[in-house]
């Protein structure tokens, strides 16, 4: 495997009109995140409407679409972060809404920034990060994911003196402790080299073989959006399946 330092070790048409619903799994599977009709309006624009969803275990949603198109805004919905116009986002067939921490417990959230605190160290943002997502970690589990994320020998930094990539490293260093059934990424790849972009694939694959489920936006061609995943592209015009 290679490390990453690179050491071995349905979506809505233009018209509004949604497409059919596809799916890699068989109709008896049980869904496990639902989302149907959701319209998000940001200022006096509707980014988009009409927009139904279903995401079941070991299922990969590979979200496309321009700058604007509503990428980030509707990630942002499907963790509960941004209340629809209209629609409604199910996980096991409850509201998010209704199921609060519950449904915060099985998610992970990264955004498109790193979203790490600067003054502390790489240590301390992923022990406050974990203790914010509901579990402690041991002190050997902090520093086996900050090495397996290439951070040996910055891990007691303060992270203003790390680079943008080495702070995107810290943030994605939750993936690797995190119980959460449902990673939402915005743009993971940002910032990182070839072989962080390889490794993060791998970690991502893994999690999905587990199981897992991941949405997820990025502008880099990698192997991991290709092949049988689904995918969903937004903006006027545009056309996609989930």
């Known amino acids: 495997m290679v490390g990453?330092?690179?050491?071995?070790?349905?979506?809505?048409?233009?018209?509004?009109?949604?497409h059919p619903v596809l799916s890699t799994k068989s109709t008896d599977d049980v869904l496990m995140l639902d989302a149907k009709d959701l319209e998000c309006i940001r200022g006096d624009r509707r980014l988009f409407?009409?927009?139904?969803l279903h995401l079941a275990p070991g299922e990969l949603l590979h979200v496309h679409g321009r700058n604007g198109s509503g990428k980030s805004t509707l990630l942002r919905a499907l963790c509960g972060l941004f209340t629809p116009t209209r629609g409604e986002v199910r996980w096991n067939g409850s509201p998010i809404t209704s199921l609060r921490e519950e449904f915060s417990r099985e998610v992970l959230y990264l955004g498109h920034k790193a979203a790490i605190k600067d003054d502390?160290?790489?240590?301390?943002?992923?022990?406050?990060?974990?203790?914010?997502?509901?579990?402690s970690?041991?002190?050997?589990?902090?520093?086996?994911?900050?090495?397996?994320?290439?951070?040996?020998?910055?891990?007691?930094?303060?992270?203003?003196?790390?680079?943008?990539?080495?702070?995107?490293?810290?943030?994605?260093?939750?993936?690797?402790?995190s119980r959460a059934r449902l990673w939402i990424l915005d743009e993971p790849f940002s910032a990182l080299d070839s072989a962080a972009v390889e490794a993060l694939q791998a970690v991502i694959g893994s999690h999905l073989a587990a199981g897992g489920m991941v949405?997820?936006?990025?502008?880099?061609e990698v192997a991991l959006t290709q092949g049988e995943v689904k995918q969903l592209r937004l903006g006027k015009g545009e056309k996609g399946y989930v």
């Open 120 to 135: 502390l160290s790489a240590l301390e943002n992923l022990r406050i990060a974990s203790t914010l997502d509901g579990h």
């Open 49 to 52: 409407h009409g927009l139904t």
């Open 4 to 18: 990453w330092d690179g050491s071995h070790h349905s979506s809505p048409r233009g018209d509004g009109t949604p």
């Open 215 to 220: 949405i997820l936006t990025t502008h880099q």
């Open 137 to 177: 970690l041991a002190e050997e589990q902090v520093w086996q994911a900050l090495e397996q994320m290439g951070l040996r020998g910055f891990e007691d930094l303060p992270s203003k003196h790390l680079s943008q990539g080495q702070k995107r490293r810290v943030a994605l260093a939750r993936l690797l402790v």
